[in-house]
T-cell receptor, first 115, second 109 residues
Framework: DAGVTQSPTHLIKTRGQQVTLRCSPK?????VSWYQQALGQGPQFIFQYYEEEERQRGNFPDRFSGHQFPNYSSELNVNALLLGDSALYLC??????????????FGSGTRLTVV | RKEVEQDPGPFNVPEGATVAFNCTYS??????FFWYRQDCRKEPKLLMS???SGNEDGRFTAQLNRASQYISLLIRDSKLSDSATYLC??????????FGAGTTVTVRA
């Protein structure tokens, strides 16, 4: 049973470019959350998707957008990349009915470097 | 004020020692609490949930004090493999987890 899978594992982009990161949730899960972890910091909540809609959003600008597909997989898009967007981007999946009450299982992340 | 605050450490301890550290959280309505472990450049992994009555999982003991809004983790008989960053995590609503910045523990031989 595959866990949460993310692609790509590493990515290097130039300032001003756009990037798309992908996440496949654990089998049976219907909710996907995205987190950004800068070096030396804890993960910060970006947003959560359920039923193909953004359900809640953290303190991130509109340059960060996402999508959830009918098969529950998800994409995170970041436009107009800044150097400060360099981070580990983590995806977590869960069941809507349990919410965050049992914690989340994370994918291994995408390490984005903006130069 | 940050939602979750932790002592960053590092805590450098010899093998076999006991190490303990805390975190505090700001939202008294928080619903559930966790400790995650994160190895260098890897994803966070759930170490244990934290229950109101306190709970143990092998050498790890977690405590929750709702009145003072702090959570603790104690590691007994430390192993080299316990070297990691420990993230204090709080569920403040149904959807998102709020993470502390982590406490670094290094166990030396």
């Amino acid at each position: 049973d595959a866990g949460v899978t993310q692609s790509p594992t590493h990515l290097i982009k130039t300032r001003g470019q756009q990037v798309t990161l992908r996440c496949s949730p654990k089998s049976g899960h219907d909710t996907v959350s995205w987190y950004q972890q800068a070096l030396g910091q804890g993960p910060q909540f970006i947003f959560q998707y359920y039923e193909e809609e953004e359900r809640q959003r953290g303190n991130f600008p509109d340059r960060f957008s996402g999508h959830q597909f009918p098969n529950y997989s998800s994409e995170l898009n970041v436009n107009a990349l800044l150097l400060g967007d360099s981070a580990l981007y983590l995806c977590a999946s869960s069941l809507e009915r349990t919410g965050a009450n049992y914690g989340y299982t994370f994918g291994s992340g995408t390490r984005l470097t903006v130069v | 004020r940050k939602e979750v605050e932790q002592d960053p450490g590092p805590f450098n301890v010899p093998e076999g020692a006991t190490v303990a550290f805390n975190c505090t959280y700001s939202n008294s309505a928080s619903q559930s609490f966790f400790w995650y472990r994160q190895d260098c450049r890897k994803e966070p992994k759930l170490l244990m949930s934290v229950y109101s009555s306190g709970n143990e999982d092998g050498r790890f003991t977690a405590q929750l004090n709702r009145a003072s809004q702090y959570i603790s983790l104690l590691i007994r008989d430390s192993k080299l493999s316990d070297s990691a960053t420990y993230l204090c995590v709080v569920n403040m609503d149904d959807y998102k987890l709020s993470f502390g910045a982590g406490t670094t523990v290094t166990v030396r031989a």
